[in-house]
């Protein structure tokens, strides 16, 4: 039987699903979480059993970054299907007006450019927005982490306990529009840790608002500046909205003799050389050296770090990004890293100690403030390592003796669930093993048997008690992080003889648990 021409171009659009999909070492499971959609929606369409949905395609090229090779091909299918019914085409939404939920920006273009001068790291963020949601955008979040010391964990988060970054250093400025049409934006404080700066950006000041309406595009521009006793070798950017293109550019005295490598990561895989090289130009006496990329993948992070043969001046320790004469750096066990930004690691008596309930609604503000404290180091966490099975964070493990946590679905975009007070109510007699991480021990990994499903009895902020069900994946991070409040680590729930696995030969990092 011969296929109309509509069926054919249906399934050229399933041939280039499934072949960017590939390229890009996803399987359905992993499209389906970025996308929003249940996997079998993904193997139905690939297998010609359904045909593909404007919001379909473009929540694909969205997330595949195809270079609108996808949505070209469900434009032809579009165009045939519409020419068979009495309807006019239409002018289909660019792709781009898909985005993740909660969000409403595509970053068209971003350039990120650090450059050292007069003891001094300045960097200089570039942005083309484009409001691909629903709503007005009238706020932008940036955030600003150092780690002076990245090969000694230890000393870097002591140096800056004794030396935080401060935003009158930071000397941030802001703004908004093109080129002779710039306008400034104010700025308002998210979180201020010692190492570590939110900021939302806001789309007004003194003289008015300009939101960014649905549909139009702008461009911000906001730049600050970290001393060089505070700024450690690496500059990363993490890709926290679909983004079209990514150009990282290093600025450095030519006479510094830098030496310039980089990794990237992402939720499906671990640190890697970048799959193309850093190049280097020589400008007036200053070594100019630039990386760029198109389409890179949502939850990427892609950092360039640095040696100088010779560096600057010394100042407060030693040169910045220096790493003491030495040619090769040991990289950080994962554990160090976890400790430098402020988790309690394993043996701290801390971890075996029952936490203390919460009197709500009387201990309101309490809540309140840890919660706000979890939210800002789970934010942190996320510079250092991508989550693909999830993460949940509790009180204990940030040095409180509180009875919360939060626990984030591995699904894109999804917000933390609160968790105060909670205790297990009831569990499957079904269970299941599965290698869990913990960030108190993050250099290994162990088999754990967790319950299928169980029932938490929690609190509210306002001291109502509500039930919920967990199931699978969010049933083993909620029972994980209810373990730290009751002061019991997962290597106590691990079969007799079961032996923990070194992170370096765990197969599964960064992936979802398979069910």
Known sequence: MTSSPIDRAADTFAAELAQWRLDRAMTKKQLA?????????????????????????RRAEAVLGAGGAIWQRYQEYDELRHSRTSTPPRDPPVPEQWMPPGTGLIVEQEVATLAYRDGYYHCTIRRALYNAGTDPVTRYLVRVAVDRYPDDPDRSNRHHREHPLTFVELDLHAFCGTPGHQEPMQWRKKH???????????????DGRFPLYPGQRTSIEYTYRVGQEKWGQWFQRAVRLPTRQLTVRLDFPEAFDPQVWGVETSLSA????????????????RSVLEWSTDAPLLNARYRLEWRFRSGPPTHGGGPA???????????????????????????????????????LPADEAVALDTVARLRAMLARLDELHPFGKGVGLAAPQIGLPWAAALVRPPEPGAEALVLLNPRVVDASVETDDQYEGCLSYFD????????????????????????????????????????????????????????LVPVEEYRDSGRPWVY
């Open 33 to 57: 979480a970025r996308m929003g959609f249940d996997p079998s929606y993904i193997s139905h369409v690939e297998g010609r059993r359904h045909r593909p949905t404007e919001d379909f395609a």
């Open 192 to 206: 201020d840790r010692d190492a570590f700066k939110e900021v939302w950006l806001l789309f007004e000041n003194a």
């Open 270 to 285: 671990e640190d890697a050389p970048l799959r193309t090289p850093v190049r280097r130009q020589r400008v007036n006496g």
């Open 321 to 359: 990004g220096s790493s003491a004469g030495s040619e090769t750096r040991p990289e950080p066990r994962a554990s160090e890293r976890m400790r430098a930004i402020g988790i309690v690691q394993r043996g701290a008596e801390m971890l075996r100690q029952q936490v203390q309930p919460f009197e």
């Open 444 to 499: 290994v990994r162990g088999l754990v048997p967790r319950p299928l499903r169980i029932d938490v009895e929690h609190s509210r902020f306002d001291g109502g008690r509500v039930i919920t069900s967990f199931d699978r994946a969010m049933a083993r991070l909620v029972a994980h992080e209810i373990d730290h409040l009751e002061g019991r680590l997962y290597v106590d729930r691990m079969a007799p003889g079961t032996s």
